[in-house]
Each structure stands twice: as C-alpha cells, then as structure tokens.
C-alpha cells in the first residue's frame, strides 16, 4: 500500500480501505480544521469582493492587501 499525504497537515498516512477515493485527511481532526479554513476563507473572499465591488481594478487590488 503506497503511503498518501494529508492535505491539512502533510502527514503521511496508509488507506484503511482500498474501495472508494482515496481520502485526503490523516484523521477526523484534519478534516474538521479543514472544513474551519474552508467557511474563513470563503468568508475573506466574499468580503474582499463586496469591499471592492463597483471600484476601479487597480483599487481593488489595494482594497484586498488590507485584509
């Protein structure tokens, strides 16, 4: 069994089981922090877009680097 890597921490790790994909978190805690970047991150995004919404394109750029 080839070792795969997580995707949170890049810790190597065996598959329990070879049916189905290939999971990308070592543990449940890996997934859980994961799942916590995810909402910020789509947050930020969000943010960043609403606050340079309507601006010029090189506004935006400047409006971004303040988060």
Same mark, same amino acid.
């Given at each position: 069994?080839?070792?795969?890597?997580?995707?949170?921490? /890049? #810790?190597?790790? +065996? #598959?329990?089981?070879? #049916? =189905?994909?290939?999971?990308?978190?070592?543990? %449940?805690?890996?997934?859980? %922090?994961?799942? &916590? @970047? @995810?909402? &910020?991150?789509a =947050?930020? *995004?969000?943010?960043?877009?609403?606050? *340079? #919404? /309507?601006? =010029?394109? /090189?506004?935006?750029?400047? +409006?971004?680097?303040?988060?």
């Open positions: 069994m080839d070792a795969l890597y997580c995707a949170c921490c /890049g #810790r190597p790790f +065996k #598959r329990a089981s070879q #049916r =189905g994909p290939a999971p990308l978190y070592c543990s %449940q805690d890996c997934r859980l %922090q994961m799942a &916590v @970047r @995810r909402r &910020v991150w =947050g930020a *995004t969000t943010a960043a877009w609403a606050a *340079t #919404r /309507g601006e =010029g394109r /090189g506004n935006a750029y400047a +409006k971004v680097a303040n988060f």
